[in-house]
């Protein structure tokens, strides 16, 4: 016996298919999560200081941009590194702090390149995919020691006059130097501290270029969970869209075969054969219709469960951000309140110091002129027991060593005079053990010299170093301990420095 479908039947399969179609294109959430790898920006954006002789001008942030175990390259703001003749950088999690060189300012961009020898940390990933108007952006940067990642909205991009490549407008206040990432925490721009504006990646790939630094690149285009679950859904859409159309096409040959039994008195053993077949065609789809059917509903499912999962978690990174920024405005503000208090603690102690100084010069000036009276102008003063030079050495706080290699690197140490007169003085090295007096460059031995003051004078000593120590071109390896001046040239390795004594 032959089953024919009605009209009814018909219309219910086609609101099945309907059915279908509705839950594959809804499907898609609107809400854009962001998976940002913080650990990883914490050892791509250092601290950096920079010194106009022994005062800090200024504490930042800047970016690797490259990095190996000889050399790194850091962008930051060219404006932050005016007036100063010294930088250096803070390495994350060991505390270490390196010398820094200006290797290129561009003042047209605004941004500045330093070289770093030794700085081994993780390079910043710039992307390969275009960032639209409208797309959720991050603004990351370093403030006191700490990072701050802030959420935002891209408003636009065009090009600026005296401008390379795009300057992009976001939403994100970038009163310092900041990084401008998308989802997928890739570079799409560099923030010199302009607030609302940033340099595109173009502009600084371009900087980088002319000055034959490599960088790191997406291997992929940046593609977000959302885009994801998306493709997925689109997927299941048209497996439910093909489903149908094939019960429809299926249901159309049955309601065509209707027609003919219906016409035809006399009942043809192949037309019965191929309704038959046509029906079982037609259930096969139905089949598959409902199989694609449960498939939409359990990817619905899943959909929703990841996107609460992603809320949840970024709600949870959305507050950890807000509970360290609050830590470290309370950090900020007490530390400002020590300082202030400090200062006014060593004002009082410099006035008491300044007043007993002036009643000691005054009781001194009393007793000398009543020694003269006593003594009579025949008689001389005693001479004084210190020579002039033995004070004056006394009253020196700070010994400098300044120089060169021969790539031009600057390397400069500051040592204190209260830690050379300790025992075992100051141990100078490419990686000396509890000595932070340290000369980053491959002609240096891990502990290379050593100096001390014994008596009121300074000596140096080789500590059998592979490529030595020399005074003045003179080789001391086998001298011992040597006294040396101010103003004398002291070669460590094949680094040229000076001796400078600052009062």
């Not at 008596?455 to 059998?464: A, Q, S, T, Y």
Request: hydrophobic share 45%; with cysteine.
């Amino acid at each position: 016996m032959i089953t024919v479908w009605g009209p009814t039947r018909v219309r219910h399969s086609l609101r099945q298919g309907l059915i279908l179609l509705f839950l594959g294109s809804t499907l898609i959430c609107e809400q854009a999560l962001a998976d940002i790898d913080e650990q990883r920006l914490r050892n791509s954006i250092i601290g950096i200081t920079s010194y106009r002789g022994k005062n800090v001008l200024n504490q930042s942030a800047g970016f690797v941009v490259r990095a190996d175990r000889f050399n790194g390259y850091v962008v930051t703001s060219a404006a932050l590194l005016a007036d100063a003749d010294t930088f250096t950088i803070a390495v994350p999690e060991t505390g270490a702090e390196l010398v820094a060189q200006i290797l290129h300012q561009d003042e047209r961009l605004g941004l500045a390149v330093l070289k770093v020898n030794g700085l081994n940390l993780v390079p910043v990933v710039f992307t390969i995919t275009e960032a639209i108007p409208g797309a959720t952006v991050w603004s990351a940067t370093r403030i006191n020691d700490s990072m701050a990642l802030t959420k935002g909205t891209l408003e636009s991009r065009r090009t600026m006059p005296g401008h390379e490549g795009d300057i992009v407008i976001h939403t994100m206040r970038t009163e310092a130097p900041a990084l401008i990432l998308n989802n997928c925490a890739e570079v799409i721009a560099i923030s010199s501290g302009e607030q609302l504006r940033a340099v595109g990646a173009d502009g600084v790939l371009q900087m980088l270029g002319r000055l034959n630094i490599n960088h790191s690149q997406a291997p992929a285009p940046c593609v977000s969970q959302l885009d994801l679950a998306r493709q997925k859904a689109d997927r299941a859409a048209e497996d439910a869209r093909a489903a149908q159309a094939e019960a429809v096409q299926a249901r159309q040959a049955a309601e065509s075969l209707e027609a003919k039994l219906a016409e035809s008195s006399q009942r043809n053993e192949a037309l019965m054969i191929q309704t038959r077949q046509a029906w079982e065609r037609a259930e096969v789809a139905l089949s598959d219709a409902a199989a694609a059917r449960e498939n939409a509903v359990a990817i619905r499912g899943e959909f929703d469960q990841q996107a609460t999962a992603i809320k949840a978690e970024t709600e949870a990174i959305v507050e950890s951000l807000s509970r360290d920024q609050q830590l470290a405005v309370e950090r900020f503000e007490r530390a400002l309140a020590e300082q202030r208090a400090a200062a006014e603690k060593r004002e009082v102690m410099l006035l008491a110091a300044l007043g007993l100084l002036f009643l000691s010069v005054v009781v001194i000036v009393v007793v000398f002129r009543v020694r003269e009276a006593r003594r009579g102008p025949d008689l001389q003063p005693r001479e004084a027991g210190i020579p002039m030079t033995e004070m004056h050495k006394r009253d020196l706080s700070e010994y400098v060593l300044d120089g060169r290699d021969e790539d031009g690197i600057r390397y400069l140490l500051r040592i204190s005079g209260d830690q050379l007169v300790r025992e075992d003085g100051v141990v100078i090295g490419r990686n000396p053990k509890d000595s932070p007096y340290i000369i980053n460059h491959s002609d240096v031995s891990r502990k290379h010299a050593r100096m001390r003051m014994m008596k009121n004078r300074i000596f140096i000593e080789d500590l059998g170093s592979t490529n030595g120590t020399s005074v003045n071109g003179q080789a001391i390896e086998d001298k011992g301990p040597v006294t040396i001046n101010n103003g004398d040239q002291v070669i460590i390795g094949s680094v040229v420095m000076k001796l400078r004594v600052l009062d």
